[in-house]
């Protein structure tokens, strides 16, 4: 069975600076996706990014970048210029090609600070 | 293009009482999945379907829970005899065609049993 490990339950940096996210999983497939979703306090779970695990070159979406290093099956989320907007619970999720379901970790909740 | 819906957005029962939460999927889309998250944990799996079936409901209790995604219409959870850890979150999520596919969520329904 897959596991999703976010060993981070808080974090708080202030306004513009850099925080990293970690998250670390568990499988023995080789083809899987990986993500992260943000959950701000309207409960909205909203896409940050996506990594295909099969791609070497880590996902970048504006602010938000990926460090995905296959062989220490480890996914953290870097958010630059950090944002009062940011502040949210981060959750890491996997999801094995071909299958349905997405697993998710226990999530990280962000603060910003002004 | 509309994301996904849910509604009700908050619903309250009593005890003994049944729920049934809706979820229209994104325009385009044909799968559906249930998932459901306890106050201050991840979002666990619950149920997979396409039109009209049921794919994967591994995640689903055996007993007073059932889903359903009909030709027309939302697809529904239901929840019969409601009891108090029934209480949570409930999101619905949705992919296009290629079950592989970024799965988008609704704003879920927050269900409370009193």
């Known amino acids: 069975a897959q596991t999703v490990t976010q060993s981070q339950p808080e974090m708080s940096v202030q306004e513009a600076e850099t925080v990293t996210l970690s998250c670390t999983y568990d499988?023995?497939?080789?083809?899987?996706?990986l993500f992260w979703y943000k959950q701000p306090p309207s409960r909205q779970m909203i896409l940050v990014i996506r990594?295909?695990?099969?791609?070497?070159q880590n996902a970048t979406e504006n602010r938000f970048s990926v460090n995905f290093q296959k062989a220490a099956k480890s996914f953290s989320l870097k958010i630059s210029d950090s944002q009062l907007g940011d502040t949210a619970m981060y959750f890491c999720?996997?999801?094995?090609?071909?299958?349905?379901?997405?697993?998710f970790g226990q999530g990280t909740r962000l603060t910003i600070n002004p | 293009n509309a994301g996904v819906m849910q509604n009700p957005r908050h619903l309250v029962r009593r005890r003994g009482q049944e729920a049934r939460l809706r979820c229209s999927p994104m325009k385009g889309h044909s799968h559906v999945y249930w998932y459901r998250q306890l106050p201050e944990e991840g979002l666990k799996f619950m149920v997979y379907l396409q039109k009209e079936n049921i794919i994967d409901e591994s995640g689903m209790p055996k007993e007073r829970f059932s889903a359903e995604f009909p030709k027309e219409g939302p697809s529904i959870l239901r929840i019969q005899q409601v009891v108090r850890g029934d209480s949570a979150a409930y999101f619905c999520?949705?992919?296009?065609?290629?079950?592989?596919?970024?799965?988008?969520f609704g704003p879920g329904t927050r269900l409370t049993v009193l």
């Open positions: 999520a949705s992919s296009g065609q290629i079950s592989t596919d970024t799965q988008y």
């Open positions: 499988t023995s497939e080789s083809n899987y996706y």
């Open positions: 999720a996997f999801k094995v090609q071909g299958a349905q379901k997405l697993v």
């Open positions: 990594q295909e695990a099969y791609k070497q």
